[in-house]
């Protein structure tokens, strides 16, 4: 037995990140070990998630993965822990169709108990409604328990546990309103003041949650068995054949502040065929010898002048390509590879490597993202795009396949190849991928 806890909401923005990170933190003060888990292909999230625990968290995301390995991932990593502690995204019944896709499925599939996350800025009875609905829209999910965020007074907080017991759900507390409960922006580069500023944020939401949340009566009431039982049939994910053969490759994988957004079990499963070398576009002067470059997405709007600077960097991966070096390049790792980057209109178009000739600025839309999938003949790839630049043009030549969304409608932002450099605005979930099989049938 094991407490296991899926942290919903019934909006996007409840607090449930500060609610799970402040959660995290308090068990690391009790000599607990949390595992950390989220729901979706939010990388900041987890990366906020990581900080607080102390640990790497995964991503379970039921658009990239299959049931099985989302079982298996959290089977593998929930192992040592005493409690696993899976954040939710957007609201709980909110998935890429309908209910498909979102948190709930995540709860379906790991039979996971949840706490549903209320924001009580402005609320009024209706709340009990919107409890009340939770709880009884699907059967299948199992809601123990409400906690409140951002509550004014006691007196409020009386009142909204009167809301609960109307709803037939248990309030097991709240999170007082402080304006320190805040996080920076997505779009952002957490320098160390931040990283300090945000460990003071998490310390003070362990505070709040050991002083207004029961939280050993939901340790208790949300402890299920462990590990969960596996959807059949369960496929090895790893071809151990070809496992030895290639287990002498270096895999150079840039990882810096504009290039740091990834899925932690991408970098997990690249080490099982070779040897990891990170490197640095931002601080870094040399590509460092590799058989594989492997470029992750990333913010390298926020560095454009920094980048630029690495003159004899840009100059390697440009080399590397043209001697068909094999590159993988997703997101940020793509506009890398591109002609230029504008981090504002009419402003300095800054040289990048050079290796497509496309113009990335950042005069389009703010935030483009959403599930993405490319189908060809040979290969059937699915990821998530999460970005702030544009790119309007795209060589025709060196396009392999559009890219789509869950309904596989185009979004123009197609997967290239030059060479042996596979380029897309996707950030792609390599841990059920044939890696080394993209370059044979991405063609």
Known sequence: MKSQILVGSISQSCGKTIFSAGLLRLLK???LTGQA????????????????????????????????????????????????????????????DRLTGSSATIAMRLKLPVLLIVNATGASYSVAASIFGFKHFYSSIRIVGVVF???????????????????????????PFDEKLKIPSKHHCYTNKEWNDLNATFELAADYISRYVEVDKLLSITQRNFPVEYTLPYNEEIDVESLSLRKKLTIAVADDPAFGLTYTENLIHLNKFGTILKFSPVFGNDL?????????????????????????MLDDLKTFAEEGGKILAEDGGMVLLGHTLSIREGGTAYEMA???????????????????QMNAEHFHLRGYEFHYTTCNRYPEREIVCKTGNTYDIDVNSPLLRYKNVIATYSHLYLGETDFFGLWDNIK
């Open 288 to 312: 460092p010898k590799a058989d594989i470059v492997y470029l992750p997405g990333g913010y390298p709007e926020l560095f454009a002048r920094q980048l630029h600077r690495r003159k004899r």
């Open 149 to 175: 965020n951002q509550v004014v007074s006691s007196e409020q907080h009386t009142f909204l546990r009167r809301c609960c017991n109307d709803a037939g759900v248990e309030c097991l507390g709240y999170i």
């Open 29 to 31: 003060r009790q000599n």
């Open 37 to 96: 888990f989220k729901s979706g292909s939010d990388f900041i999230d987890t990366k906020l998630l990581s900080y607080a625990s102390g640990k790497p968290s995964y991503h379970l995301d039921a658009w990239v993965t299959s049931k099985s390995h989302i079982q298996r991932l959290y089977n593998k990593y929930g192992d040592c822990a005493d409690v696993c502690i899976t954040e939710g995204h957007s609201g709980l019944f909110d998935g890429y």
């Open 354 to 372: 050079g290796v497509f000739p496309i113009d990335v600025t950042m005069n389009g839309p703010k935030i483009c993202s959403g599930y993405r």
